[in-house]
Every structure is written in C-alpha cells, then in structure tokens.
C-alpha cells in the first residue's frame, strides 16, 4: 500500500544551525511533491513545490531535493531561527495530495 | 481577501447529534477539500469537490457527507456524531489543474464528541 514517512521524533537543533527533514515514501509515482508550514493550533501554510523532473528547489533560506530513485525528499532550513520552529509537512501527489504525518522542528536560540 | 474561512471554531456534541462545518473561500477556487487531522496521522482527505455542484469521496468518507450547492462554498455534514469523529477538521481550496498546485487550508474547527 502507498505509505509516506516523516520522521515521528521532534528535531531539536541550535539557532543558526541547519535543520533537516526527511520525507521518505512508498508505493508511490508522485508528479509533484509539496512541503507546508503547520503551526500549533493554524492550517498548514505551502511552503515549497518540487516537481518529480526537479533535483533541487531554492527559496530563501529554504531548500528541497527530491530524489525518485531514492523515493525521498529532503527540507532544509539553513540558518535556522526559532521562528522557524513549527510542524512541517510533506504531501505527496498521487491523484489526490496525500499527506504525511510531520515533524515537529524546535530552534533554540 | 478573507481566504479560506471555516464555521465554528469549537464545537462539543453528544454521540448521535449532527452538524455542519461550514467552509468559504473568496479566491475563486475551483477544487475545495475537507480533511481530518488526528495525533501522529497527518491529514486525511475526508471529501473533496472538483466544481459547483460535484463531490467525490476521499480517504476517509465514512461517517459524512459533503455538498457544494455554490463555488465558494464547501459544506462538511455529520448525520450522527461518533467519538471516533472527535479531531481537528480543515478545509482547504487550490485553483484548477494548471494554475498552482499549493492548497490554502482554513483555520480549523476543533469537534469532540462525548
């Protein structure tokens, strides 16, 4: 069956340090794959779209890679501040948007 | 613009009552979408309308039912209210295939069921 994995235990890292998240999936051919922004109590807010031809995506301090033959993507935040600290998400396009299930970042100053 | 709004914020029911979440969107959207969200399960897609007048199930549609009698607006009904139902709900809109694939998600209405 399709399945997608983020990493279940909250990632706690020092501001100006890099975070790293992991979006791994299954069972899937995705054409599209997308990272939110959830904060606590919100919706989740899009934050990046990488398309299944793209390698890398850049925007500010934020950037994705997306690797099929892996079947995983990584979410970087470089120089990360404690106002990044959220629940990101990555959802995956494979007819409808199928989300994972998040990791919750924490930036300590 | 408002973006997407939903109506309530909180609600409580007894297991048996019904209601109806009431979602809006001022951005014209084509495609609109409810989901649940539960502890360690992510969203799950609940029902989603692809126009006016069109509704199709998703993930997890047991349990609800959904009308779009008009574009912006995108209705999230429970007949009889389960525990099971208690979660976080969103709704959330994207333009048509060809525009931008990024969905605008509401606030949320937080639902318990005793």
Redesign the interface.
């Known amino acids: 069956s399709q399945k997608?994995e983020q990493n279940?235990e909250a990632l706690n890292i020092q501001e100006g340090k890099t975070a790293t998240l992991t979006c791994n999936y299954t069972n899937y051919s995705p054409a599209?794959l997308?990272w939110y922004r959830q904060d606590p109590?919100?919706?989740?807010?899009?934050l990046l779209?990488i398309r299944e031809n793209e390698k890398e995506k850049r925007k500010e301090r934020l950037k994705v890679t997306f690797d099929t033959t892996l079947k995983q993507s990584l979410f970087h935040i470089t120089a990360s501040q404690p106002a990044d600290s959220a629940t990101y998400?990555c959802?995956l396009?494979g007819g409808?948007?199928?989300?994972?299930?998040?990791t919750e970042l924490s930036v300590k100053p | 613009n408002a973006g997407v709004t939903q109506t309530p914020k909180f609600r409580v029911l007894k297991t048996g009552q019904s209601m109806t979440l009431l979602c809006a969107q001022d951005m014209n959207h084509e495609y609109m979408y409810w989901y649940r969200q539960d502890p360690g399960m992510g969203l799950r897609l609940i029902h989603y309308s692809v126009g006016e007048g069109t509704t199709a199930k998703g993930e997890v549609p047991d349990g609800y039912n959904v009308s779009r009698l008009k574009k912006q607006n995108f209705l999230l009904g429970l007949e009889s209210a389960a525990p099971s139902q208690t979660s976080v709900y969103f709704c959330a809109s994207r333009p048509p295939t060809g525009g931008s694939y990024e969905q605008y998600f509401g606030p949320g209405t937080r639902l318990t069921v005793t």
């Open positions: 997608i279940s599209y997308q109590g919100r919706g989740p807010v899009f779209l998400l959802a396009e409808k948007l199928i989300f994972g299930q998040g």
